[in-house]
């Protein structure tokens, strides 16, 4: 391993913690909990945490609401219920919202736990890179990540043949995973689990020339994404593959079968819109994680591509990963 993964904070205990310093007859909303943890774009997350946690009758997230003032779902009951609680603490409300300024809290204490996981994303990029192996791949693995409905990780690694297509080995595991899913922090939910799954692999000898990984590389607002972040804690040559593009730009009118685009972050090209299929219309996207360019990556998924949406290393991993979660599930 060439680089440490970062301590992986409890997010839920800590958002929990937040709203638990909530006073009576104050509110604050799901944007600012997700900004008093260190990013916006957590909002979405923080509304699930709120409908889907441990309650009591003691629990103050009735006090949590809308941008607006609206006053959104209640675990415990209806709006309604939401509405009585907050009223018998002397909070304001009218029909179905509340008077947020004389009743907002946002003086939270707090560590902003993903303001330091964004920057350890950041410093992740001076060890990244894009220099690909000289010699042409002959074996290339998939890994892909599936969850049980408990919530357990189920990471597959399938190592293919490039010439042929055929699959060489298959290796499954299975771990707790504790991090949500929050855009662009994907890497802290599945690194450790990829991780442990990579030391299986090695341990069993079955390692690939390249790596194909169910997530993005070089395409991420931090150009961190979780094909590069395994790539250079693991040290071994990565491509990020994914279904929908996370952020740039491409022009994809008219794009026809097998026809890559380069796609533009930051106005570089820094990775590729593909359509895998002729009877696919929806492109893949794909980039450089690390020790690979945008150049060997479209070679490289390009020779992969055999008449399926993904290409094999990561059709098959994929595959392997639904099914050995729907049997953990059962």
């Known amino acids: 391993m060439s680089l440490a993964l970062p301590e992986i904070p409890d997010l839920p205990k800590c958002l929990i913690g937040l709203w638990n310093q909530i006073p009576r007859g104050r509110i604050t909303t799901y944007g600012e909990l997700a900004e008093a943890l260190g990013d916006r774009i957590a909002a979405r997350w923080v509304g699930h945490l709120a409908m889907h946690h441990e309650h ?21 009951g209806t709006a309604q219920d939401k509405s009585r609680r907050l009223k018998a603490e002397g909070v304001a409300v009218a029909g179905d919202a509340v008077k947020r300024a004389p009743h907002r809290f946002t003086e939270f204490k707090t560590r902003r736990p993903l303001v330091v996981l964004r920057r350890a994303q950041e410093s992740l ?11 042409v791949p002959t074996t290339a693995g998939g890994v892909d990540v599936s969850y049980t409905s408990a919530g357990d990780g189920v990471a597959a690694f399938v190592l293919v043949d490039v010439a042929s297509g055929d699959v060489l080995s298959k290796t499954i595991i299975r771990r707790p995973v504790r991090f949500p899913y929050i855009t662009s922090y994907l890497s802290f939910r599945e690194l450790p689990l990829l991780v442990d799954l990579i030391e299986e692999v090695d341990r069993q000898g079955r390692w690939a020339d390249v790596l194909l990984v169910d997530g993005s590389g070089m395409l991420h607002h931090r150009h961190a994404g979780i094909a590069t972040h395994l790539g250079v804690v693991c040290d071994r040559p990565t491509i990020g593959v994914t279904k929908k593009r996370l952020c740039g730009s491409v022009e994809l009118g008219g794009l026809g079968p097998t026809e ?52 094999e290393p990561l059709y098959w991993a994929d595959r392997l990963s639904r099914e050995a979660a729907r049997q953990r599930s059962s």
């Open 125 to 135: 990029v001076e060890h990244v890179s894009l220099e690909p192996p000289k010699d």
């Open 260 to 311: 890559s685009r380069p796609v533009l972050l930051d106005g570089e090209p820094l990775g590729m819109a593909i359509r895998p299929t002729s009877k696919s219309r929806r492109p893949i996207f794909f980039s450089p994680g690390y020790r690979m360019n945008v150049v060997a990556a479209d070679e490289i998924v390009r020779r992969l591509l055999r008449g399926r949406r993904l290409p």
């Open 56 to 76: 009591d009758d003691a629990c103050p997230c009735h006090r949590i609401v809308r941008a607006d003032g609206t006053l959104g779902n209640y675990i415990a």
